[in-house]
């Protein structure tokens, strides 16, 4: 079987750092191709508190990275032919919070753009293609509790609306010219490599950081607003997990829902107690607390786990615990080591 030649777009994001990490482990250094249209950082910030959280940036980047806007068709182009790309992991995207302050630019990034790359991936016979979803293509008309993989969707918010009609065109795109494209709708999701990038979900990393470097968060969702979650470890491997399925099993063509985590902000400050037991939460929603109640509670993935396997292997006691232990050595590296 040939070599695969992997390109990453948006690879310096939450997820592309992580993923790539996982594919050049998967694939070697030199294979995998990572992209995004700001350079990659150059280490770790060691800076504290809420200046410092906003200053955090994301690994060092190893092996093959090139700058690239995902607008720009012709580049994008020149670069699957000149590396011979033979799969993409699209990652590039603006999340929910942020997109509502630039819908239009929200539109052009998560669709114009996946549009345009489907062409040219398609025209110079890229193999596969993954397409990431999100919870938020579900909207107020959608069951809350264990959201069915076929169900009403009526997104409330540009990225949503943009992730739905790009999940249309890639099984369009399947039925239409066999172009393998692979989707899952991603819940929130937890990192302590990265930081998110404007999503609604982000309190649930957040809150960590504060716990660590503050003992007190205040969060901008209610105590009891559920919402899925999943933890990065498990991220990486669903996108791995159905990039590797064979196409025969791959029967949803629009994108997989996909279920680890669901819990509540109070639920996560009462885990968290468990190792900072003075740490303190109160509340004080904004504007993504309407978004958030538009989204499901919970989430039915039983397509994802009959299709291709999937099965999370975190709850919410070892994230926790995982995610505290690799912040206080990512934030207190001398408390760690003393």
Request: net charge negative.
């Amino acid at each position: 079987m040939p070599q695969e030649r992997i390109l990453v777009t948006g690879g310096g994001g939450q997820i592309g750092t992580a993923l790539s990490a996982a594919l050049r482990k998967q694939h070697g250094d030199r294979n995998v191709i990572v992209s995004d249209i700001k350079p990659p950082a150059p280490a770790y910030s060691t800076q504290s508190g809420r200046e410092g959280l906003n200053n955090k940036t994301t690994p060092r980047q190893k092996g093959r990275f090139i700058m690239l806007d995902i607008l720009n068709t012709q580049r994008m182009a020149e670069v699957i032919s000149d590396y011979k790309i033979t799969q993409v992991y699209h990652l590039a995207a603006i999340l929910s919070a942020t997109g509502e302050w630039m819908p239009e630019k929200t539109w052009n990034v998560n669709l114009n753009a996946a549009l345009q790359l489907f062409d040219v991936c398609r025209e110079q016979g890229v193999r596969k293609f993954f397409f990431p979803s999100t919870i938020a293509v579900f909207g107020n008309s959608t069951p809350k509790a264990h959201t069915p993989q076929h169900t009403s969707l009526e997104p409330t918010t540009v990225y949503g609306m943009s992730k739905l009609a790009g999940e249309l065109w890639a099984q369009y795109y399947w039925k239409r010219y066999q172009f393998d494209i692979r989707s899952i709708r991603f819940p929130g999701i937890i990192s302590y490599e990265t930081l998110p990038g404007g999503g609604t979900t982000d309190y649930a990393v957040d809150i960590f950081y504060a716990a660590i470097e503050k003992g007190h968060y205040t969060c901008f969702l209610k105590e009891d607003t559920y919402l899925p979650m999943i933890y990065m470890p498990d991220a990486i491997r669903s996108c791995l997990d159905i990039m590797n399925a064979p196409a025969e099993d791959i029967k949803v063509r629009t994108s997989y829902n996909l279920a680890s985590l669901s819990f509540s902000p109070a639920e996560l400050a009462r885990e968290i107690r468990t190792i900072v037991p003075d740490f303190e939460i109160d509340y004080a929603p904004d504007f993504r607390q309407e978004i958030a109640d538009s989204w499901p509670s919970s989430i039915d993935d039983s397509a994802a786990r009959n299709d291709w396997g999937w099965q999370p292997a975190f709850d919410l006691e070892g994230m926790t615990r995982d995610m505290m232990q690799n912040l206080n050595k990512k934030l207190l590296p001398e408390a760690v080591s003393s």
